[in-house]
């Protein structure tokens, strides 16, 4: 058993910053599905398919619905994200000078922020996920 992210649409944990990273820079390039990163199981008929080629029986997909509880504020959620995903380095690479970068980056972050805020309550930030099962027998 197993668990993978499900699909990136029903994950704002990936979304927001992708949303806030375009706005400021443009279309983004499509994400490839089958690329090494935390997409790369999202389609469970692919998955399932993987593992019955591998010999595993009965293999099996649930889709959970749970909440994210990140620490902090929805700013602090935004340096993270900032920096754990492709924005920094997208807006780096596409900024004229370090000072535009700067205004870049700020500019971003304060977007993945607002995409954050409305998901902060009296117990923090409950951010809504989807996350899928994958169970299966080993052969023999």
Known sequence: MFAAWGPGADNPWFTIPRLATARHLGPLPPADPLAPGPMAFA????????LGAAGWHDARAEDVNLDLTPLGTPQDVAAMLFTLG???????????????????????????????????????????????????????
């Not at 389609?43 to 993987?50: K, M, N, S, T, Y």
């Not at 924005?87 to 780096?92: E, I, V, Y």
């Not at 998901?119 to 951010?127: L, Y």
């Open 43 to 50: 389609d469970a008929d692919r998955v399932l398919g993987l």
């Open 86 to 140: 492709p924005s920094a380095d997208m807006a780096g690479e596409q900024a004229a000078s370090a000072e535009d970068a700067a205004r870049t980056s700020a500019a971003i972050k304060a977007g993945i922020a607002s995409g954050f805020a409305p998901f902060q309550g009296p117990n923090g930030i409950r951010v809504p996920a989807r996350v899928r099962y994958f169970s299966a027998r080993r052969p023999g």
